[in-house]
């Protein structure tokens, strides 16, 4: 019997490690995330490098439990009874351990690549095929050169067929992926933009991606993207699919939309097939026709693949973090449940530090391929390794097995009706709760009730950019160089607590806000980083010492203020940061100031100074180089003095972030993190591919009218259409912070994928569009801004900058917070 647990020297010896076995023992979990630790006891930590180096987390995986490490270097100091396995490359490691383990099972495996539509098409294709097959596949989008290792891993005796996409961003990386996933049928999704800046040519990202089948049986893909490569397919044997090509095996000749499916039609084996599908955006179309060609390829019947596609379900990629009744925060991942993506979800729910109370509310798990004993068992441990305090089971087979489960307070129910039928006794109050659960139970309608009524317009916050514009800054960080992350004005419009959690979890050094106030807010929320108080009023120090935040001081009178209440409560060596003003002229002690300042910091028992900082005032402009020097310049001789006088080193800062970028040499201790977050640079260029807007904001046509041209629209009657046409009443105004100016033709939002402008003055609560020539119906979408319309864009359509528009964006605009 094939078992998924390694002996600990059967794991040396496949991966050719060095080190000496202390403690015998077996591994059958793979973890890479010291945040994130499952089964500690049989767990095997990898040290990855990237960004970060994993080596400094390996005390902190110790603590939790883990003595099994794969490391590149053992540790300087002898740590009780755990085992270091020492290679030349972890990470080749952790491939190599999860390709022998793919090669001791035979199952068929279908691999998928592409640049877009490849963990749609897998989730499909386990929707369409799971009823007849026990089948792994990917977590999420766990398709990189560590996400396809820890997703081959999982492969079962009970497995015949595994599901599994590759995602790559250069020359070179597809060969380690096919090695680990081996796949025996291929399937090539929609090849586009994504990741060009890896390759030198469309060509070479094309030749890339085809090493993927380079063993495999049968390759499905459409005929029309490899037209141009018959001599570079490595698959002899291939089902092609296109709508413009007849000599393709799945000849796609209509298309029509018919009450919000898809009707298509199509020439297969000389004859005409039909398949309707519950989508009918082009994305979902392509997706669904690639889904059609490979169920037929399979050898399903047409009417059955008919069948099955008419019954495909909506694949939600991300969690949403959504403001609850009752003071809470609802984890909306109602769409889907299996034991990798309740990992994932759980994961997210402990991230979040803003209620003491953790909630899951979670239904039956579908098609698991275990028996539902030790299915629910598993399930039951995942719960209580993550410490939840309140556990809602719906279903008949959670039900079954409430014995396993020991959370201090639990409740079950047959069906979603009957909870929602008690929702009223459950209490649910100041506590963040996770709603996961498969579709058939339509967990929707408890999101739908737990939800906070909210204003149609929402900006939607994208975490996983965020984490990704703090790893694009942190890659262009000297070594040791520490974060401070700016989270003040409500994180630049983005939402406090969310947002802090987040970075807290990964790991900034420092967090600043503007007012003692938003420092109180993120303490009461559970954040525990150290905080800057960039502007502290003496009448709040009280609220200062008791939530440990950490004032600046900036001036002669706000020191003397500081020690005078010190000196009244006895507190000594109370951290505080010094700013000296080197040529912003906003606050700060003048260069002239910093020997008077010394004098008063020599023998001052009272405070203990955590950094020195300054800010450049043209950092990101060209024209402002030789300020810039000027300004370094006074910084250094300024903190080398006061380093002089206290006898002690300090934390430097100077480089906000376009300072960081265009002066590394500025860098010193720690930078000053703050618009770049959000995805804006203006010492980035926008199309640079490693920055990602993290914000959209969108609202909904509320009615549209036919008008005549000269027409009045708005108040004072200022705007007119030049001919007849049409107008749309959107919910948006300038209470939500689309600001006046975007008024009469000014301002331009998407509607239906086109740029149409504003009509007429901006109203408080709504404003209208010149939606003539589009069809633009009551309900439909507005995006303001987004990836594609960026706020760069709206900032200069009147005149400002991206950050007024930022946090123009007012407190009754919901925010919806993703993260996949």
Known sequence: MLSNQYAITEVQRIIKAGGEIIKEGTISTLLTDSRRINDPAEGLFFALSGRRNGHEFIAEAYAAGVRNFVVKQGPE???????????????????????YHRSRFNLEVIGITGSNGKTIVKEWLYQLLCTDKNIVRNPKSYNSQIGVPLSVWQIGEKNNLGIFEAGISTSGE???????IKPSIGVLTHIGTAHDEGFADRREKVLEKLILFKNCRLLIHNYDQLIDYPDDIPVENRFTWSTKFKQADLFVFSGTVITKNFYLRARFKGRDIECLIPFFDEASVENAITCWAAMLALGYSAVEADIRLEHLSAVSMRLELKNGINDCSVIDDSYNSD????EIALNFLTQQNQHHKKTLILSDIFQSGLQPDVLYRQV??????????????VGGALAAHRDYFSVPEQHFYEDTSTLLNNLRTLNFKDETILIKGSRSFEFERISRALVQKAHETVMEINLNALLNNLNFYRGKLKPGVKVMAMVKAFSYGSGTFEVANILQYNKVDYLAVAYIDEGVALRKTGITLPVMVLNPEASAFDKLTEYKLEPVIYSFGLFDDYIKYAQQQNILAYPVHLKIDTGMHRLGFENYEVESLCELLETNRYIQVKSVFSHLAGSEAREHDAFSLKQIGNFEKAFKQIERTLGYKVIKHLCNTSGLVRWPNAQYDMVRLGIGLYGIDAATPADDSGLQPIASLKTSISQVKKLRAGETVSYNRSGTLAKDGKIATVRIGYADGYLRAFGNGVGKMQVKGKLVPTVGNITMDMCMLDVSGIDAREGDEVIIFDDQQRIEALAEQIGTIPYEILTNISQRVKRVYFYE
């Open 77 to 99: 100091l002898k740590v009780p009874g755990a085992n270091f396995l020492i290679v030349t490359d972890v990470l080749a490691a952790l491939q190599t351990l999860a390709a």
């Open 174 to 180: 597809m060969e380690k992926l096919e090695a680990i």
């Open 339 to 342: 034991i990798q993506s309740l």
């Open 380 to 393: 039951a441990e995942m719960i209580g390794a993550k410490k939840i305090d309140k556990f809602i089971g």
